[in-house]
């Protein structure tokens, strides 16, 4: 059993596209009345829009912020802040103009709304790194907390691509050192787990379109999460090198977590290793990779720098980042040593790929490709074909696929291809037997709860079957227990549905449709009917039966290959059509027949196992048969069309 100690902190948090609109009612919420503007130098023109938005909110302008929080300017904000009577600050910026915002907080207690445009996460630490006199200090207090952060993913979207590379991977380190942290406990050991997967997916997808929003939420969520594992537990070996490398030699924060977090991994590998491999699998590392191996390669592969040398440090300077590093313990789960530092130093300065595993040459492909589909016009179908090659190919990476079975596997393919014909459809069963088709079905068509469920459409539906009247008996006099069917169509508040067009089509007694008997005379067991006036639609039929789908190629081959039986549990299809309702595929399957828990294509739903009710005496039609009959009444209810009025 694990204990252990959780503080949460509280701030409020914002969080989507076009939120920047919200400052004004976020301070308001505070109860704050006088705002000072936070922006930096570059950033002026954000500035502008929160000033703008904030409107006689904003009182102050101060547009100093600047790297590492110098307390000089700390003071010329506050003389700002305090002539303008100010109660609240507004900060819009990276964790620079963050910094200054909880700078001046800890100072006078102001409130402060943070509109973050990185990924640092500083917004959500109750943490303040300061300079004095060259010499960076941090110190935490509750104060410190931002009451209110508001991500706008727009604003994110601004960011260049290299510095949101290098800001990512900052706040993907917050995520990796939570994860193996003293203070590690399962919430934030969630969070950061969340925030990894969500990075790598940004960090893979950001070249492709660097302003697409869904990309840029990714990472400003993962930051967000990021942020708060950063401010909930203590940081090891990777953030104590980066404060060291940018206090003592200067170098840019982000750039430096980014070069130095693979070899930090590595150090602590071996003492951390269900991290690791926690880690590795959030970043849905390719088979054999290990966790600081994938996140080099991630970063390589994002164009992020890899050498501390690429970052303008001396290699005459490692040794006394070594020392430096070395000289106060804290904790980490591999032991500090000077000479064990230098290692790690040495090789993230030449840029050194960590040790562990032998993907990169299969990710590099996997990368080569989806970089082809950058052209492509259409986003839709970029972003299918992206994210189908990399499962692709990281279903045959993870399973290491032979030449041989790859070869089988375009044999099953042409196989499949080559049954397909006007009245054969062997792709649609293998994708219904693969359950892909009632997926796609469930995705597409079964959400109004009230409306009643679809089924897949299978591959025994022929287009233009014959016209019929009401009443008319689709069976054509073929034998099987006759079935009297009276249903309903109706839109969802049960109004009628009249003049719908509906077509059925099932098996026969024996279990096979009429395009699979090809001495058959013209259709038969199917037809396009018309509801009347009051939405009703009867015809006559015969009671469906369970039946193989056909089981004589490749899909047969693999059912059996899997200890799979062929069997449909007995159903009826319907396809209904009514102007201003959306077109319902499904069928209705007989209450205590076989194969209802094990359909072979994954069909069957609970609301559509209905009863054919047996049934003796005169049929509704008049007949006066001795034998049994069944009966079947049901009501569709249609969804809307989009678009259209209830
Ligand atoms: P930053 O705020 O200095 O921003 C980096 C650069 O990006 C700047 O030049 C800035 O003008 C530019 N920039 C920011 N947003 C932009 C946008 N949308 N479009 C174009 N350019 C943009 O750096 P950072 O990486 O965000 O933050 C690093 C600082 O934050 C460091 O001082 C670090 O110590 C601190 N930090 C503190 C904490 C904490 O918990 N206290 C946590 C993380 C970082």
Known sequence: ?????????????????????????????LGRARVLVLASPDLAELGDRVEKA????????????????????????????????????????????????????????VDQVVLPTTYAGSEVTPVLGETADGVKTTHSSPEILPETVIYDVELSADLPVPMSVTSAVNALAHAVEALYSPEAEPVTDALALDAITLLTRGLRRLRQDPRDLGTRADLLRGAWLAGTCLGSVGMGLHHKLCHTLGGSFDLPHAPTHTVVLPHAMAYNAAAAPDAMRRIAEAIGAVRGEDAPAAVFDLIQEAGGPTSLCELGLAETDLDRAAELASATPYPNPAALTRDGLAGLL???????????????????????????????EDPRLRHLLTDLVRRLHAFA???????????????????????????????????????????????????????????????????????????????????????????????????????????????????????????????????????????????????????????????????????????????????????????????????GGPYLDSD?????????????????????????????????????????????GS
């Open 1 to 29: 059993m694990t204990s252990f100690v959780r503080t949460a902190h509280p701030a409020r948090i914002v969080f989507g596209a076009g939120t920047l609109v919200t400052v004004p009612d976020e301070v308001e919420r």
């Open 397 to 591: 990476a993870d399973n290491d696929l032979t030449q041989s079975e790859w070869q089988y596997g375009i044999d099953f393919l042409t196989r499949t291809g080559q049954l397909c014909s006007d009245t054969r459809q062997e792709f649609v069963l293998l994708s219904d037997t693969l359950g892909l088709s009632s997926v796609v079905d469930l995705l597409t068509n079964s959400r109004t709860p009230d409306s009643t469920p679809s089924a897949v459409l299978g591959p025994f539906y022929v287009q233009g079957p014959p016209e019929l009247p009401q009443g008319s008996d689709i069976s054509r006099g073929a034998p099987g227990t006759p079935l009297y069917v009276d249903v309903l169509v109706t839109d969802t508040a049960g109004r009628p549905a009249a003049d719908a067009i509906v077509d059925v089509w099932q098996s026969n007694d024996d279990g096979f449709y009429d395009v699979q008997l090809p001495d058959l005379d013209g259709p038969v067991l199917r037809g396009r009917l018309r509801t009347d006036g009051e939405g009703r639609l009867r015809f006559r039929s015969i009671l469906p039966s369970e039946y193989p789908i056909p089981d004589d190629g490749p899909v047969g081959a693999m059912l059996s290959a899997t200890g799979r039986h062929p069997y449909r549990a007995p159903h009826l299809h319907f396809l209904i059509q009514s102007p201003g309702h959306q077109q319902l595929v499904t069928q209705l399957f007989v209450r």
């Open 600 to 644: 072979a294509v994954f069909g069957v739903k609970d609301d559509l196992i209905v009863d054919f009710t047996p049934r003796t005496g005169p049929a509704p039609d008049g007949r006066t048969d001795a034998r049994e009959w069944r009966e079947l009444t049901f009501t569709f209810r249609l969804a809307p069309a989009a678009g259209a």
């Open 346 to 376: 040495h090789r993230a300065w030449v840029g050194e790929r960590p040790p562990g595993g032998t993907a990169p040459a299969t990710a590099r492909i996997t990368e080569q490709v989806v970089e082809s589909f950058a052209g492509t």
């Open 54 to 109: 904030l409107g006689p909110l904003a009182v102050a302008r101060f547009d100093g912020a600047t790297m590492h929080t110098p307390v000089e300017v700390t003071t010329t904000a506050l003389g700002v802040l305090r002539e303008a009577g100010a109660d609240c600050v507004v900060a819009v910026g990276g964790g620079s103009t963050t910094g200054l915002a909880k700078a001046l907080a800890s100072r006078t207690g």
